[in-house]
């Protein structure tokens, strides 16, 4: 479970710097190579956008439930 938790963490880590460095490669000019990238990863990084907002919106309400109870 832990391994599945790590190789998660760092897919999404790598997808993050990878479209960092597209970014900076396109405001460079670099711009082909740079959107061919932003493009295949662009799906990886929503999913881990969507997951992130599930998260926050799941520990709101879990943190509004308690203070309605207590």
Known sequence: ???????KIGRYAMAIFLITGTCLLTSKGIGLM???MLLLLTGEFIGFLF????SIIRMLLL?????LVA
Do not use: D, H, Q
Not at 63 to 67: Q, T, W
């Open 34 to 36: 740079g959107m061919i």
């Open 63 to 67: 943190s509004i439930v308690i203070l």
């Open 1 to 7: 479970m832990k391994l599945l938790n790590i190789e």
């Open 51 to 54: 997951k992130t907002l599930a």
